[in-house]
């Protein structure tokens, strides 16, 4: 059994710039939710995705966007990048149901400066 | 809003004590989800509680739920230094079918010799 892979591990970009996270869903897991975790904070809900719609959204502006695709993996992407939006990016995934576990992957350290 | 506090926010412990963290929340839920991490790490799942009085164990950790209190404990037996981590409770307050998690602020945990 695969487990949720993220793409890429680390990224550096400038302000006011576009940025593209992937992430793989685990294997027979049909939803994907996505978290920014700041340093020294809990993780916050982004947004999540099932059945390749957007299934619920946290507190994030329309820049950040995503997209789930037929094989359940799915892309964040952020635009106009600002400083605060440096920090560790979550997927996780998970098979929907009332008592279903979310499964994190490995996180995408972005950098804005 | 649902909001989900801990405390300590940091805790400092000897080799061999014992100590629980808390976790209060603010709305009704009864799916409650507690979470390790290392530093610069993702989130290894520790514990799902899925129901008023769930309780579980695991080596020297062992967490409740309390659905009525609002109230979520996490119990370290004995500590040894592989236990210092940052750990995070996590609270699902949704009716529907998928979970959103929403995160307290984090318990760093450091175990001394």
């Known amino acids: 059994e695969t487990g949720v892979t993220q793409s890429p591990t680390h990224l550096i970009k400038t302000r006011g710039q576009q940025v593209t996270l992937r992430c793989s869903s685990q294997s027979g897991h049909n939803t994907v939710s996505w978290y920014q975790q700041a340093l020294g904070q809990g993780p916050q809900f982004i947004f999540q995705?099932?059945?390749?719609?957007?299934?619920g959204r946290g507190n994030f502006p329309p820049r950040f966007s995503g997209l789930q695709f037929p094989n359940y993996s799915s892309e964040l992407n952020v635009n106009a990048l600002e400083l605060d939006d440096s920090a560790l990016y979550l997927c996780?995934?998970?098979?929907?149901?009332?008592?279903?576990?979310?499964?994190f992957g490995p996180g995408t350290r972005l950098t804005v400066t | 809003e649902l909001k989900v506090e801990q405390n300590p926010l940091f805790l400092s412990m000897q080799e061999g004590k014992n100590y629980t963290i808390y976790c209060n929340y603010s709305t009704t839920s009864d799916r409650l989800y507690w979470y390790r991490q290392d530093p610069g790490k993702s989130l290894e799942s520790l514990f799902v509680?899925?129901?008023?009085?769930a309780v579980k164990q695991e080596g020297r950790l062992m967490a409740s739920l309390d659905t009525k209190a609002r109230l979520s404990t996490l119990h370290i037996t004995a500590a040894v230094h592989d236990l210092s981590a940052t750990y995070f409770c996590?609270?699902?307050?949704?009716?529907?079918?998928?979970?959103?998690?929403?995160f307290g602020t984090g318990t760093r945990l450091q175990v001394t010799l």
């Open positions: 509680l899925l129901s008023n009085g």
């Open positions: 996780a995934s998970s098979f929907t149901g009332r008592t279903s576990e979310q499964y």
């Open positions: 996590a609270v699902d307050p949704t009716t529907g079918t998928a979970s959103k998690l929403t």
């Open positions: 995705y099932y059945r390749e719609e957007e299934n």
